[in-house]
Each structure stands twice: as C-alpha cells, then as structure tokens.
C-alpha cells in the first residue's frame, strides 16, 4: 500500500532560522512521483515541486531546496533563512504507479508558523 | 487566465438535499480530480477522471457521485448529503495524473 508520512504536525520557528520539513513515503512500486504543495492562511493550494523516482537530483530555488533520498525513502523540504510569508500548510504527496489505480496520496500536512 | 473554477464556494445546506459542486478547468487538461480536506486528515482524493468518461474511485469515494462528460467540467454530486460530508473540497486538474495539479480555490460545505 502507498502511505506519505509527514510527522511534524506543527513547527514553529523564528524568522532567518532554516528550517527542514520532513517527508516519509511507502510504495512498492519502481515508478512515482512526489510533490510539494504549500497551503497559506488563504486557503488557497500552490503546487512547488514534483520530481520522479528516477531523479535523486536535489533541487535548489531559491530559499527552497529538496533532498530525495531513495534509500530512506524521504524527501525532505528545506527553507532557507525563512520569512514571515513562509507560514502556511505544507502537503508532501505521492502519486505510485502498480496495479490499475493511480491515486495521489497526500501526507496530513506540517503546519509551519514562522515568527518575526 | 489558466485557472480552475468552482462553484459554489460556501454552502450551507440540510440532509438529504442533493447538491452539486461544479468544476470547470480552461487548460485542457486530461486528468480531473476531487478531495475532501478535514483537520488532521489532509487531503483525501474522493474521485478522480483520466478523461471524458473515464472516472475511478479515490479513497473516500462513499456518498459521492461525479461524471465527465465533457473535458474541462467534473462535478461533484452529493446524492443525499450527510454531516460527515461537512468539509473543505477541492477540485483539481492536470495534464496527467503524474504531473503536478492545479486546484481550484476550494469549496467550503457545511451540512446540518
């Protein structure tokens, strides 16, 4: 079965600090994608990333940086010197190919609050 | 604009009285689907539509109802709404189902 684990319910940090959101996956299968997407008080969801399973290239924009580690079946989100507009809800999610399903799995989301 | 649409985005309404949450996407886009997000449960694919008339259940897809009909709209129908329909839902689209999605602003149902 296919489950995206995103431990950190909350995080609070000061602004300037960096700070790092994790993301667990499970899948069996060979081929996938994940995702960042970023939910800010308004509500709205904003797509930041997606990269495959076949690309363990980390990605730098910006203040934003992923580490896809396939060995431990992590991509992990980073900010960078992190600002008040930082704040929101950040959703890891998993779309696995097997089988005849190709459902997109969210994780329960890390609620990043970022202090001035 | 490319943009994805949905109407309403607040509804108030009673048990049993069906509804449906309409959703229109302007990209051309293949792969159409609807979530439901409630606190601590994240988001939650209801139904998803790799094309015209081509729709397969998500994981919460009981007491729902959705058609494709025509490429671009993906409504929602909720036959005989219940409370524990009352949620935030989001439609969304995409070129495919591996590429990222684009959501609509989100439509907040309440039901008494």
């Known amino acids: 079965a296919q489950k995206v684990t995103q431990a950190q319910t909350e995080i609070s940090v000061v602004e300037k600090e960096d700070v790092t959101l994790d993301c667990v996956y499970e899948t069996r299968d060979t081929t996938y994608y994940l995702f960042w997407y970023k939910q800010p008080p308004s509500g709205e969801l904003v797509f930041l990333i997606r990269?495959?399973?076949?690309?363990?290239q980390n990605e730098i924009s910006g203040r934003y940086s992923w580490n896809f580690q396939k060995s431990t079946s992590s991509f992990n989100f980073t900010i960078t010197a992190s600002q008040v507009v930082d704040s929101a809800v950040y959703f890891c999610?998993?779309?696995?190919?097997?089988?005849?399903?190709?459902?997109?799995?969210f994780g329960t989301g890390t609620l990043l609050a970022v202090q001035p | 604009e490319a943009q994805v649409t949905q109407n309403p985005r607040y509804l108030i309404t009673v048990t049993g009285k069906k509804l449906t949450v309409t959703c229109s996407q302007n990209?051309?886009?293949?792969?159409m689907s609807w979530y439901r997000q409630d606190p601590g449960l994240g988001l939650r694919q209801i139904y998803y539509s790799m094309n015209v008339e081509v729709t397969d259940k998500g994981d919460v897809p009981e007491g729902y109802k959705v058609s494709r009909k025509e490429k671009r709209n993906f409504p929602l129908i909720l036959e005989s709404p219940s409370p524990n329909q009352t949620s935030l839902y989001f439609c969304?689209?995409?070129?495919?189902?591996?590429?990222?999605?684009?959501f609509g602003p989100g439509t907040r149902l309440t039901v008494t």
């Open positions: 969304a689209s995409s070129l495919s189902d591996s590429y990222e999605q684009y």
């Open positions: 990209m051309n886009h293949e792969y």
């Open positions: 990269r495959n399973s076949f690309d363990e």
């Open positions: 999610a998993l779309n696995s190919y097997g089988g005849a399903t190709n459902k997109l799995i």
